[in-house]
């Protein structure tokens, strides 16, 4: 059921993104920029022409929300993605070469571990954007990026590592080591595969619904936001915090603002989340038969 409800979120999502030229039309120059409408600072309510309202500086929500949902597809999956690369390979070695080399891996795997991701982020931020990415479009949510994927292989070498010193007593890589097959062949050709299915995909399918929530934060609290509003849905709830309580008398007035950004997050972290809980259902023998 989780694995069905996630899967539906994410096609419409994903619906949604492919869509995004004609949902949202993008004029010329970068569609992922927000155009502005006018000059007028104070929000405008949602209306037949604008249907989720207009930001401050008159810039408009639904488009925001339209493109930001490529940026959030591109930004989980690819992080994700090179997270896992990383950590799958660490894994993989310290797991099968064991001795030193997994002692030290290992160290080393706690000591990133120890280090908090937001100090990690926000000191790479600091010293990284004076060098190549000075000046550069994108150059600080790239460095955002590489902290993210830097600061969380380990728990994927862990996983994998595990998996593989349960794996390598087994008779079929005893076997294959009997006959002369080179270490490469068993580990990539043996090993791994009997290895990424248990609870691999459940981990990346729950990190990519985090990597956007974190990203979202680090944008909502200006790290690597720019002075254009752009369609990424962190900057765009840090540009409304303004905007949240409202006028005494008027609470929650300007809730257009805020809500939509919030939901879209909410709903995308929430179905990966329901697709790693139905994968992990789905691969685990012992949580199929108590259902």
């Known amino acids: 059921m989780e694995l069905v409800a996630g899967s539906v979120l994410l096609l419409a999502f994903a619906a949604v993104a492919l869509a995004a030229p004609l949902l949202a039309p993008p004029g010329e120059g970068d569609p992922y920029a927000i155009p502005g409408l006018g000059i007028a600072i104070p929000p405008a309510e949602p209306s037949p022409n604008h249907p989720l309202g207009l ?49 030290a891996l290992m160290r080393v795997t706690d000591a990133f571990m120890a280090f908090p991701i937001f100090i990690a982020v926000m000191v790479m931020s600091t010293l990284l954007q004076f060098g190549p990415f000075r000046g550069r ?21 862990r996983l994998v590592r595990g998996n593989v010193l349960a794996e390598r007593s087994k008779e079929y890589v005893q076997a294959a080591i009997a006959v002369g097959v080179r270490a490469r062949s068993i580990i990539f050709r043996h090993v791994l595969p009997n290895c990424v299915a ?13 990597m956007v929530v974190l990203m ?7 790290v690597g936001g720019g002075a254009r509003p752009v369609a990424d849905w962190g900057q765009m709830l840090g540009l ?8 005494p ?7 257009y603002t805020f809500i939509p950004a919030s939901m879209a997050i909410l709903i995308f972290a929430v179905a990966w989340n329901l697709v790693g809980d ?3 259902a789905l691969l685990d023998p012992r949580l199929r038969r108590s259902r």
Request: charged share 10%; hydrophobic share 55%; proline share 0%.
């Open 216 to 222: 979202s934060m680090f944008s909502f609290i200006g």
């Open 278 to 280: 139905g994968l992990d």
């Open 240 to 247: 409304s915090r303004d905007w949240i309580i409202g006028a």
């Open 55 to 103: 930001m401050a500086g008159q810039h408009d929500i639904l488009y925001g929300i339209v493109w930001g949902t490529r940026v959030a597809f591109k930004v989980g999956l690819l992080v994700t993605a090179a997270r896992a690369l990383f950590g799958v390979l660490m894994g993989l070695l310290a797991g099968y070469l064991g001795g030193l080399f997994d002692a």
């Open 137 to 157: 479009q994108g150059g600080v949510q790239t460095i955002i990026a590489l902290a993210l994927i830097l600061f969380g292989w380990m728990q994927y070498a």
């Open 249 to 255: 008398g008027t609470g929650f007035q300007y809730w």
């Open 198 to 210: 248990k609870g691999l995909f459940v981990l990346m399918a729950s990190d990519v619904g985090a």
